[in-house]
């Protein structure tokens, strides 16, 4: 399943490689590093879980395992932010 990011109400930049969030209803602030931001430049576009574990893994050298339990902690912080659509 493509997942994306929530476009409505949500500003973010992108600063070095990382991500600063804002969800302009809640007036909640992310941020993300450098892992993180790699995710939610890829979400942003629409990706899988496994094509982000799979980014990830390849950018930073770990193992698929690890890159993908980093992937579904970064969701389940996004999805408990209700910032994902998918």
């Known amino acids: 399943m493509t997942l994306k990011l929530r476009q409505e109400g949500v500003a973010w930049t992108d600063v ?4 600063v969030a804002l969800d302009e209803a809640t007036a909640e602030y992310l941020a993300a590093n450098e892992a993180g931001g790699l995710l939610w430049r890829a979400l942003a576009k629409g990706a899988t ?4 574990a799979a980014r990830l893994a ?16 970064f969701l389940a912080e ?5 910032l994902l659509e998918g």
């Not at 879980?49 to 982000?52: A, E, I, K, Q, V």
């Not at 390849?58 to 902690?73: L, N, Y």
Request: net charge negative; charged share 50%; hydrophobic share 35%.
């Open 16 to 19: 070095d490689g990382e991500i």
């Open 49 to 52: 879980r496994d094509d982000l």
């Open 58 to 73: 390849a950018e930073f050298g770990i193992d698929h395992e690890r890159a993908g339990a980093d992937t579904d902690a």
């Open 78 to 82: 996004l999805r408990a932010r209700d």
